[in-house]
């Protein structure tokens, strides 16, 4: 059984520039979750999918940021305009449910890098 | 609030020590979930345990142990016999609601 896959596993752009992030999750999952970690810090929470529906975006850091879940399948990170703060690994996780209980299984990260 | 601190930022060792990694969380609430996760060079977070915070025993899994302690808040992560494959970055994390609060990551280094 595949794992949650991103794509890419690095991007670097220039500032002002646009990327979009993907994300696969397991097959079933109806749980995705985006997270961040800026270099040394804490992996912090972006937001919370459930299917297509946004359950929780309360760590999106700004309006730069858009997250789609078109079909409730493959989800996408968007950073437009990326800004030199923007740097940092970008996880994706999914789970089959939301009880505590539950393992999330992540992807490998996508290394953003914005010069 | 809620938080998970990880004092150590770097460890190293050498092979075949013993080493432990700390973890400090806060909570208000009583029914919570603790995880920690390996993140080894190919960058994946990898799953290593989940403890509930009605059940202290202590576990151990092969090289790993794991000491809970409510009455200190914490859950320390041991490895015995530590090996050059154990080098990562260990992350402590709270389950809250319905996402996960990490620590800062603890980076582990093994030497041969």
């Known amino acids: 059984e595949a794992g949650v896959t991103q794509f890419p596993s690095h991007s670097v752009i220039e500032k002002g520039q646009t990327v979009t992030l993907r994300c696969d999750p397991i097959?079933?999952?109806?749980?995705l979750y985006w997270y961040r970690r800026v270099m040394g810090k804490e992996i912090k929470f972006l937001l919370h999918?459930?299917?297509?529906?946004?359950?929780?975006e309360s760590g999106m850091p700004n309006n730069r940021f858009l997250a789609e879940r078109t079909g409730g399948t493959y989800s996408t990170l968007k950073v437009q305009p990326a800004e030199l703060e923007d740097s940092g690994v970008y996880f994706c996780?999914?789970?089959?449910?939301?009880?505590?209980?539950?393992?999330?299984?992540f992807g490998q990260g996508t290394r953003l890098t914005v010069v | 609030a809620q938080k998970v601190t990880q004092a150590q930022t770097e460890i190293s060792v050498v092979e075949k020590e013993d080493v432990t990694l700390d973890c400090v969380y806060e909570t208000r609430d009583t029914t919570y979930y603790l995880f920690w996760y390996k993140q080894p060079p190919s960058g994946e977070l990898v799953f290593l345990i989940r403890?509930?915070?009605?059940?202290?025993q202590n576990e151990i899994s092969g090289r790993y142990s794991w000491n809970f302690q409510k009455s200190t808040s914490s859950f320390n992560f041991t490895i015995t016999a530590s090996q050059v494959v154990d080098s990562a970055v260990y992350f402590c994390?709270?389950?809250?609601?319905?996402?996960?609060?990490f620590g800062t990551g603890t980076r582990l280094q093994v030497f041969p």
């Open positions: 097959s079933g999952h109806d749980n």
């Open positions: 999918f459930v299917k297509e529906s946004k359950q929780d």
């Open positions: 403890r509930n915070s009605f059940d202290e």
């Open positions: 994390a709270l389950h809250n609601t319905d996402k996960l609060i």
């Open positions: 996780a999914s789970s089959f449910s939301v009880i505590m209980n539950t393992e999330a299984f």
